[in-house]
């Protein structure tokens, strides 16, 4: 399977990192199945004066599902929202899974997310919400264990207009 990253460098070598801020999965290090969507993430560098790098990767899916303790979310529904909201708060498990993956809880999914959160929304509601988007995936590596099945394929430096 070909995964992607975003970023100012090239990451030949990933690392888990500790987050500057609460991610949807917590720490560690994250990729797409859409090299759009990790395009798109890029385009925050350019406006901090830093190169835009895309990331090519192969991830082994088969030996890392029979190997590790993977968590796939499907879909936003409840489970879901549950565990990124812990996450975002910093209450989640750091170590409970070695790979997550799901939808991904951008901008607009997250308005959904916080209204839950504060009280604004049940959760029936953030549901029923979160079903009119069309989300993207995120697979992010949790563990040291997790890196073994990436391989770095390549890089691409994007230009501004890209």
Known sequence: MKLFHGSYLVVSVPQILAPARMLDFGAGFY???????ARNFTKRFAHMNKKRVMNSYTYDAK?????????????????WL???VANRSGAGNPDAYDI??????NDRVYDVVEAFEIG??????????????????QVVFKSESSLRYLVFDSSEELGNDE
């Open 31 to 37: 990729t797409t199945t859409d090299s759009g969507q």
């Open 63 to 79: 030996g890392a599902t029979a190997n590790l303790s993977v968590l796939t979310f499907h879909k936003a529904d409840e489970l």
């Open 82 to 84: 549950r565990y990124v």
């Open 100 to 105: 997550v993956k799901g939808p991904v809880a």
């Open 120 to 137: 604004d929304y049940s959760e029936d509601e953030a549901i029923s919400r979160l079903m009119a988007f069309r989300l993207t995936d």
